[in-house]
Each structure stands twice: as structure tokens, then as C-alpha cells.
């Protein structure tokens, strides 16, 4: 009896959950057509007049999320000059980075070489651990080293500035040079006649600038009779994050984000300029041990030990950054809801208080560029090696290929167009030279790993950097990240990539995820072809 009342229990359980599931799984399927069909089909742009005798401003926003762009959608209104300057400009809505740290990404803007094949990486990288899986903070860092050794160029590839050289065009470069970031003996400087600093104002600087905003000196080139390229770069966005403005007072936080408790480590440290050393010359000290000192700095709760004269000003920064990212992450990690429902938005808004100071600051640049007429003549280029992680997966920085941090913003002026075209093509900042060199009328080097959008579509955008990668087309996303774990997403349904579905047994993930593997395969093994 009790044998016949169990089978009759488990058929029951049977008949209650198949529908449950199969009621789940229609649902899934029905939302996966209804989104698919619902998506409009890109449309190739046409291809834009040639600009022969134009100049070239390329304008590098560092750290700037392309989902906080009011031109890209946001509502926050913290992008009103660049919302203009997009209104009269091609912009490119699905817009990729290939790496997730400065340096990889920069070299593929200026060769149209994936971090695979141009090899110049960021070295000696301490990677925050899972922060769901953390117990004790000092243990939870380690150190990841990429297998590139000589961090330098290969001398068989050319640069976007040493082919507008050729092409009689005076090349300056506007920003850090010798930093563990940006090193000329990497191969930046290459084909560049001239280096100087950013003419962006960050805010907290060692050097004072008489003017606090854009410095309008640094257009000069653009005026001249020889055509000239211009690289223009800016950290406003990027770590340590304060806020800017006098009038943007800071509530009381466990995260030292205060402007006014970062001014005063500044002045300490301007009264003591011995305790550094000088920005343009190399530390004595190796990046090993350089990365080593700024390590350390984060376990303490203030910056005066860490002063040394083996810092230079990058790297004393780039440890106030560590030192402040060590409390969030102290804060953020096992609080109280009531904590972190307090600190969290204080720490976005100090990120996003350097937003608006930047575009401020592009303002300025766009009024001047407006009064001396050089828009008449110049193509202007904007754009993001990555964005930024604000606690949206558990973590901040930029340290793996979700959306917030793989998708930038570019902004195209032409200058014979000026008219809002707007591009929801795949284009990955791999395509950023040759489509540049598209519109001067210039012969790309046959080097290129990148697409001319007017010419071709990508299918797929790719990117590999310190471990990670990751293979993205209109819909799907698959992601392996330095530690081996691997992530499917379906951006349609779930564009904050909140569920991974890449356990899912649904015919059409297993479909997509096989598809999503073979194009990484292959496009991993045309790396490795020369």
C-alpha cells in the first residue's frame, strides 16, 4: 500500500511540476523571438566625402561609460557639450573596446592590431579577487603577469602617427608619456614630432595651471600651414574620484572620495617635492617594485607613508587611486544594507561629478575650436578605451568585458557632413584607424586587423586582454574571464547581464554559445597567423 501511494505522490509531483517548467521554458522562448524579431537590422552607412586637406583631432576620454552619454541615452544629464557636439556628428551606439586597460586598448587605436597580435600590455597587474568570494581583504589580491616581456611594439608595424607622418602631417601627442600607462619607448611616441601634457585640467594636480579648465594653447597646431595630428588625452574621468567643483560639498563617507581630504595629501606633498620624483625622468626603481610600493599603500589609512622618491607623479596618483578603491572596497564588502545603500551612490556620484567636469572642459574646447574656424578643416574623433565598473557585478575599475566597461562612446565630426548620423553596426575601436584613415583619403597599412564600417559590417567584435576574453554580436555575449570562468549572456533580455546562461540546456543557448566559441576560435587562430 505504502509502495502504491508513493508512486501515486511522485506522479503527482510530476504533473504539477512538468507544466511549471515547460510553462517556464515557453516563456523563455516566446521573449527570445518576440526580442529578436523586435531588433531592427542595422544598416550599412554610407560612405562620407573624402576630407584630403582636413587636420586630425583624436580626443582619448579615458574611463568614460558609454551607458552614462545623454547622446547614448542616459537621462542624467552629465554630457550636455558632447550631446551637441553628437548632434552634428557620427556616432557609433554599439561601440567596443578590445581591452579593458589603457594601454592594450590605446595600441589597438593606434595600429588596428588586437592586444593579441600588437602584444603591448599592462604588465605587473594586481586583480582584485571575486568580490562575492572574499573573506579577508589582504589575501584576496593577487598578481597576474601577461607573457609579454619587451611591452614594446614591434618595429614591423606602423602607427596611425608614423603613416599620417609619411602623409606630411605634423604629429603632436597632448598627454602622459612615460608612465606605466603611456611609455614612448612602447611605441607611442612613434611617429610623433612633439609630446607635452594633457591640456585637460584633472583637478588635483602637482603642477598648477593658470587656467583651471581646457588649455586653449594647446590648438595652436591646428592653425598652422602643415596639416597636423593632434592626440589629445584625459584622465577627468578616471581614478581617484572626488568631487570637483567648490560648490559640490561631500556628505560624510567611509570612502575618502572628499575633495577636500585628497586636496590636503596634494599639499603635503607639494611642500615636500623631494618625496617624488621628477614626472619626466624614469624611476630607479623597476615597474615590479614600483607596483609593489603602490600595493602596499592600500593597506594603509594614510598616504604619508607611502611617500617616496621612487614614485613618480603617475604613480603617486595611480596609489591614491589604489588607496581610495582599498576603502571601497573595504566598505562595500559585508556591510550592512543600510551602509552600502549610503556609500554606493556617494561613490557614484563622485565618478560621475568627473563626467561633468570632463564635459566641461570638451566645451570649452568645442567654443574655441568654433572661434578660430579650425572645425572648418578638422576631423574630430572622440572616443573611450573602456569604461567603468561602479559595483555593477561586485567589483570597481575596469577589470573584465561586461557591457559597462566593454562599451564605449565614439563621436565622428566630419567636418563637410555636420549632421547627426547615428550607427547601431557593431564597430570595435580595432576599425578606428582605418576608418580615419578612410575619410583623409589615406592608404591604410595592410597590417589591418579593423573594418572601414561604410565598407563592411562586423559580425562579431572581439577582445583579449591580461587572460580575459570575449566575443560579442547583436545579441550574444560569451566571456572567459582570467580565471577560466565562462559567462553567456542575452543581451536582448538581460542587457545588465545579470543571468548566466551558460549552463542553460535550451536549444537556442546551446546553438548561440557553440556559434559564439567558433568565432572566437578562429578569430584567436588569425592572431597567431603573421
Not at 600590455?121 to 581583504?137: C, Q
Not at 594636480?205 to 595652436?220: M, T, W
Request: some cysteine.
Amino acid at each position: 500500500m505504502k509502495k502504491k501511494y508513493f508512486i501515486i505522490g511522485f506522479l503527482a509531483i510530476g504533473v504539477v511540476a512538468l507544466p511549471i517548467f515547460g510553462l517556464g521554458e515557453l516563456l523563455w522562448i516566446v521573449n527570445y523571438h518576440l526580442a529578436a524579431r523586435g531588433r531592427v537590422e542595422s544598416v550599412r552607412l554610407e560612405q562620407p566625402p573624402p576630407c584630403q586637406n582636413c587636420n586630425l583631432l583624436l580626443i582619448s576620454l579615458d574611463t568614460v561609460r558609454a551607458d552614462l552619454m545623454g547622446f547614448l541615452g542616459s537621462t542624467a544629464g552629465l554630457t550636455p557639450n558632447l550631446d551637441k557636439i553628437a548632434e552634428q556628428s557620427i556616432v557609433f551606439t554599439s561601440a567596443y573596446s578590445a581591452a579593458y586597460f589603457t594601454t592594450p586598448s590605446h595600441m589597438t587605436v593606434f595600429t588596428s592590431l588586437f592586444p593579441t597580435t600588437h602584444q603591448v600590455e599592462s604588465r605587473n597587474v594586481s586583480f582584485p579577487d571575486k568580490i562575492k568570494e572574499a573573506r579577508n581583504l589582504q589575501k584576496k589580491v593577487f598578481r597576474l603577469k601577461t607573457e609579454n616581456t619587451a611591452n614594446a611594439l614591434n618595429t614591423r608595424y606602423q602607427t596611425l602617427a608614423e603613416v599620417l607622418a609619411a602623409a606630411n602631417f605634423r604629429a603632436e601627442w597632448h598627454g602622459s608619456s612615460r608612465t606605466r600607462f603611456f611609455d614612448f619607448r612602447d611605441g607611442f611616441g612613434r611617429g610623433f614630432h612633439s609630446n607635452q601634457g594633457s591640456p585637460f585640467f584633472r583637478g588635483l594636480e602637482l603642477a598648477h595651471f593658470a587656467n583651471k579648465g581646457f588649455d586653449l594653447k594647446s590648438l595652436g597646431g591646428l592653425l598652422g600651414n602643415q596639416r597636423a595630428f593632434l592626440f589629445f588625452h584625459t584622465y577627468a574621468a578616471h581614478s581617484p574620484y572626488f568631487f570637483r567643483g567648490a560648490d559640490r560639498k561631500s556628505p560624510q563617507a567611509l570612502i575618502p572620495y572628499d575633495r577636500t581630504l585628497l586636496e590636503s595629501v596634494r599639499l603635503r606633498v607639494t611642500e615636500r617635492p623631494e618625496l617624488l620624483a621628477n614626472q619626466s625622468d624614469r624611476a630607479t626603481l623597476s615597474k615590479q617594485e614600483e607596483s609593489d610600493i603602490i600595493h602596499h599603500c592600500t593597506t594603509y589609512t594614510d598616504m604619508r607613508p607611502c611617500f617616496s622618491r621612487h614614485l613618480t607623479l603617475d604613480g603617486f596618483w595611480h596609489g591614491v587611486g589604489a588607496w581610495q578603491q582599498y576603502f571601497a572596497y573595504k566598505t562595500l564588502l559585508g556591510v550592512d544594507e543600510e551602509t552600502f545603500a549610503h556609500e554606493l551612490p556617494l561613490l557614484t556620484d563622485a565618478y560621475e561629478d568627473g563626467l561633468r567636469d570632463l564635459d566641461l572642459q570638451v566645451g570649452q574646447l568645442w567654443r574655441e575650436l568654433e572661434r578660430t574656424g579650425a572645425l572648418r578643416n578638422t576631423l574630430v574623433v572622440f572616443f573611450s578605451d573602456h569604461g567603468e565598473e561602479i559595483y555593477d557585478h561586485g567589483q570597481l575599475g575596469h577589470w573584465n568585458f561586461y557591457e559597462h566597461t566593454a562599451r564605449v562612446p565614439v563621436i565622428v565630426y566630419h567636418p563637410l557632413m555636420r549632421r547627426n548620423i547615428r550607427s547601431d553596426s557593431l564597430f570595435s575601436l580595432v576599425d578606428m584607424m582605418p576608418m580615419i584613415l578612410s575619410i583623409l583619403n589615406i592608404d591604410s597599412p595592410k597590417q589591418v586587423q579593423g573594418h572601414v564600417p561604410w565598407v563592411s559590417q562586423n559580425k562579431y567584435v572581439f577582445g583579449a586582454t591580461l587572460g580575459s576574453s570575449y566575443v560579442r554580436d547583436q545579441d550574444w555575449k560569451f566571456m572567459r574571464d582570467f580565471e577560466g570562468e565562462e559567462e553567456l549572456y542575452y543581451l536582448p533580455l538581460d542587457p545588465m547581464e545579470k543571468v548566466n546562461l551558460i549552463e542553460y540546456k535550451n536549444i537556442w543557448v546551446k546553438q548561440a554559445l557553440s556559434r559564439l566559441q567558433q568565432a572566437q576560435r578562429d578569430w584567436m587562430l588569425s592572431q597567431s597567423l603573421d
